[in-house]
């Protein structure tokens, strides 16, 4: 069942729509930050072992997001189903819902991080890590730690989208940065241990590291040590979660018995989640090819398009943030049966991505250099910098685009209309941004600067046909009619 609890929802369906949607939203968007400062975290501490440490995470991370990606995308499922029935007034349903929800995602998160565990050599090679190389060495043991924490890092994910689909978002940004905290305290140890660990010396107390290393000889676990620390702050993040959930303090309440899954609840969730899953696989697959193609000019280009992908995908948090909003925003009012001002709630956000991104796009242009240079040291830094800044100069002035089209996937993923949403995705990160990159690094022999036009002219024209598809207003046909008993199952 659900319960009042100490709710934080916001009301969406009644009422003013701008600032509901912004006090949706902002927490997401803060939380998708804090996210990035995961990887940022990561990124800064592993950089302090030079370019072969930074290429390896590149290189990881390629295939680490597209695993997640396929789990993650069942987490979709769980909003859409929350959120259309809260708007009918379905709460009853709630609980059966998320509480399958999520065994549904650990479940899956399982069986890929067995897979991944044992394909990793053979999916390092495919996005063009060379064996036999400190690189490949690294992402090996990286990746394979990652994937053995997966369902850790999937337990706060599910509780994530649960609660945006209640139309609370402030909660998971309180866990969030949390975690984060708890990120940011043991990346330089696990990475560092007490070996010149640069944390010690801001902190003035260099002594102190001379004293413990001599003690205990803990020089870190080098690249490994990002991943070991990821998954046990993420795993923190995911008990506290999940019983959060089960204490019925955050709207909604489960019992054990909302855990056990049910025919009808997963083929919804496999009907909803499964395209939703291909289409954020499609960004992680265009990643894995797009790497596939810069490594092809070297290992620097590697690691500068690793360093700008990082910094790229903190710009656009504001449009994946309102995206996530508009998917609330759109689930509940069409599952209150007010179509129109679920269509306003897309027009509003993509107005406020396009003031935004315009902004922050030009921040980025002007200090494409400096911040490159806050993620990078050794003897290749300077050639790393200017493959990341020549990508994030030519690749941002896209950034707008790229914005309109998360907002605009939002709004067809809150209708339950994510096979729509599936096959933008595979036109845009596929077939324009992969064929494009691959033309102007490959025919054209454009190097890397091919491969940052290509994304770039990609951006452009994912939003317009997108757009021009949203515009025609089919995209809400498929919603889930509140009357229908299946939109989720009871439990009895």
Known sequence: MSSPGD????????????????????????????????????????GRLGQAAVSAISYSWAIVFLVIALAAGFTVAGTVLVAQNKGAGNTERIAGVAGQTISFVILVSAVLSVVGYLLTPDLLRLVGATPGTDEFA????????????????????????????????????????FGVVLNVIA???????FE???????????????????????????????????????????????????SGRVGISLSPSDFVLRADTVRKIVRIGAPASVERSMVAVSTTVVTALVAIVGANAVAGYGIGTRITSMV?????????????????NLGANQPDRAERGVFAAAALIVVSLVALSAAVYVFAEPVVDVFISGDSAAAVIGYGADYLRIVGASFVFLGVFYVVQGGFRGSGSTRIAMVF??????????????????????????????????????????????LRGTWAEGVVDPTESDVAPTDD
Do not use: H
């Not at 929802?9 to 930050?33: F, M, Q, R």
């Not at 690249?223 to 089960?246: C, E, H, N, P």
């Not at 600067?449 to 598809?469: E, S």
């Open 425 to 470: 995705a595979f036109l845009g990160f596929i077939v324009f941004r992969a064929t494009l990159a691959y033309a102007l690094v490959g025919p054209l022999d454009l190097g890397a600067t091919g491969v940052w036009y290509g994304v770039a002219a990609a951006n452009a024209l994912m939003a317009a046909i997108a757009a021009l598809y949203f």
């Open 196 to 246: 010149e660990n640069v944390l010690f010396t801001w902190l003035g107390m260099g002594s102190l590291e001379s004293s413990l290393y001599a003690a205990t000889g803990f020089s870190g676990f080098g690249v490994q040590g990002a991943a070991l620390a990821t998954i046990i702050t993420r795993g923190i993040g995911a008990v506290i979660g999940i019983a959060l959930l089960l």
């Open 7 to 46: 709710d934080r929802a916001v009301d969406v369906v009644s009422g003013a729509l701008v600032k509901p949607l912004i006090l949706l939203s902002l927490p997401i968007v803060v939380t998708n930050l804090l996210q990035v400062g995961y990887n940022l975290a990561d990124t800064f501490w592993v």
């Open 138 to 177: 690294l992402s090996l043991a990286y990746t394979r730690t990652m994937f053995l924490g997966l369902p850790f890092v999937f337990g706060f994910f599910i509780f994530q989208a649960l609660l945006q689909g209640w139309g609370d978002t402030r909660t998971p940004l309180y866990l969030m940065a």
């Open 187 to 193: 990346d330089p140890f696990f990475i560092l241990g």
């Open 316 to 332: 656009v948090l504001p449009a994946l943030g309102l995206a996530r909003g508009v998917e609330t925003v759109v689930g509940q």
